[in-house]
């Protein structure tokens, strides 16, 4: 018996091997293309929850060589989506590995000033962008779990509602919930620290 793919006659050890290089050629271009256009939302998501570049580095490697080891990635529907919550279920899965448990101070934001690059605004404005980055930062991650994942995903990441519930496996209602009431308690502790300037 003789097979006839791509115009060649091949007899059916090399019409079998001939098909399976094709699946590797375009699994690979899949692989390239979406290592290309989603490696720093991959890298951003791992960041926002490892809050450390070799990790979230290493944690991008990951998702992708897990994303290697899927058997058919032409079935996948939305890849961003996908992406994201593998990316997300590696970093949840190293930051738990690494038994990190930070205590966060939110009681002191002026502890900790960097030096800034000059630039138009004054000192005082520069120091008080950084304390208020700072104190932003610190509130971000002293919020409970499942308000702040949300958030991180939507507002830093800038995912959609239902990018954000398919990244985290929960419905659009509760990402918008949840997402609300984050930037409430957010708003409420950042007037509160305002308030507390001004005296």
């Known amino acids: 018996m003789v097979f006839i793919i791509e115009g060649k006659c091949l007899v059916p050890g090399e019409a079998i091997l ?3 290089v094709t699946v590797a050629r375009s699994r690979d271009e899949i692989l390239e293309d979406l290592v290309r256009q989603h490696s720093q939302l991959v890298y951003r998501i791992a960041y926002a929850l490892l809050r450390s570049h070799h990790e979230a580095e290493d944690a991008t490697q990951e998702t992708f060589l ?3 080891k899927h058997r ?3 079935t996948v529907e939305n890849y961003k989506t996908w992406l994201a919550r593998i990316a997300w279920r590696v970093a949840v899965d190293r930051s738990q ?4 448990r930070r205590e966060i101070a939110i009681d002191d934001p002026e502890k900790f000033v960097e030096e800034k690059a000059s630039s138009d605004a004054s000192a005082h404005e520069v120091i008080l962008g950084t ?3 700072g104190l932003l930062e610190r509130l971000i991650a002293a919020l409970p779990k ?6 991180i995903l939507s507002t830093l990441e800038q995912m959609s509602p239902p990018e954000v519930a398919a990244t985290l496996g929960i419905n659009e209602a509760a990402v918008r919930s949840r997402v609300f009431r984050a930037r409430q308690i957010l708003r409420e502790k950042l007037a509160g620290w305002v308030t ?4």
């Open 131 to 133: 304390q208020v980055g």
């Open 97 to 100: 590995r690494r038994g990190r």
């Open 146 to 151: 499942k308000l702040r994942q949300p958030l």
């Open 66 to 68: 897990r994303v290697l």
């Open 18 to 20: 001939s098909e399976i």
């Open 72 to 74: 058919s990635l032409d």
């Open 196 to 199: 507390n300037r001004q005296r």
